[in-house]
């Protein structure tokens, strides 16, 4: 089975200050998706970046860029810039292909609060 | 990317009732899925609903506590039944969009609080 871990429950960063938000994962199967999401106190869920297990280059949007290092089997988020809209739970989560489709398995998530 | 709306955004139900929550999707999709957040945990797979055919469920879930009903590419309803307060959590709906790889959207969430 698939696995993603978080290991930092909570990071604090400066506003304006760049932040990493580490993931690491464990999977058999040489396709892959990554995926990091945003979650604010409100519980909406909000897609920021996905990396692909083929891909070449780094995913970047905006803020947000992935750090891949496929043969350490990890996908931090950095988050450039920081702002005080950025304090939100963060989950890294890759994507299990099944029989009948695919699932997402979710790491525990790291709270980041972003300080004025 | 595509829009996914849930109803109801929040609910306080006793126990031993049921709750049906509904996820609309602005866009024909193919997979739906249904997931369940435990207060200060992280997301769970309930099950993966496709149109036409019966949901699927992962371990620990069943269809008697969590029917599905998927009657169409934009709309899935999931069902709590017989409620009791481990039940409260937030419960998410869903979709893989566009061409593949697949980026994966969440509806707002429905916050179900079970006395």
């Known amino acids: 089975a698939q696995k993603i871990t978080q290991t930092q429950p909570g990071m604090f960063v400066q506003e304006k200050e760049a932040v990493t938000l580490d993931c690491t994962y464990d999977?058999?199967?040489?396709?892959?998706?990554l995926f990091w999401y945003k979650q604010p106190s409100s519980g909406e869920m909000i897609f920021l970046i996905y990396?692909?297990?083929?891909?070449?280059q780094n995913a970047t949007e905006g803020r947000y860029s992935l750090n891949f290092q496929k043969a350490r089997k990890s996908a931090n988020l950095v988050i450039s810039a920081s702002q005080l809209g950025d304090s939100a739970m963060y989950f890294c989560?890759?994507?299990?292909?099944?029989?009948?489709?695919?699932?997402?398995?979710f790491g525990a998530g790291t709270i980041l609060r972003v300080k004025s | 990317s595509a829009v996914i709306s849930q109803k109801p955004s929040r609910d306080i139900c006793q126990r031993g009732t049921s709750l049906t929550i509904q996820c609309q999707v602005d866009?024909?999709?193919?997979?739906m899925f249904w997931y369940r957040q435990q207060p200060g945990q992280s997301l769970t797979l309930i099950a993966t609903?496709?149109?036409?055919?019966?949901?699927?469920?992962e371990s620990g879930f069943v269809i008697d506590k969590f029917p599905i009903s998927r009657p169409n590419l934009t709309f899935s309803t999931l069902t709590v039944s017989n409620m009791s307060p481990e039940d409260s959590s937030i419960y998410l709906c869903?979709?893989?969009?566009?061409?593949?790889?697949?980026?994966?959207?969440f509806g707002p969430g429905t916050r179900l609080t079970v006395t």
């Open positions: 866009s024909q999709v193919t997979m």
């Open positions: 999977t058999s199967d040489p396709s892959y998706g």
């Open positions: 609903a496709n149109q036409g055919s019966e949901a699927t469920y």
């Open positions: 989560a890759m994507r299990e292909r099944l029989g009948y489709g695919n699932k997402l398995v």
């Open positions: 990396q692909g297990s083929y891909d070449q």
């Open positions: 869903s979709v893989e969009y566009g061409s593949s790889p697949y980026e994966q959207y």
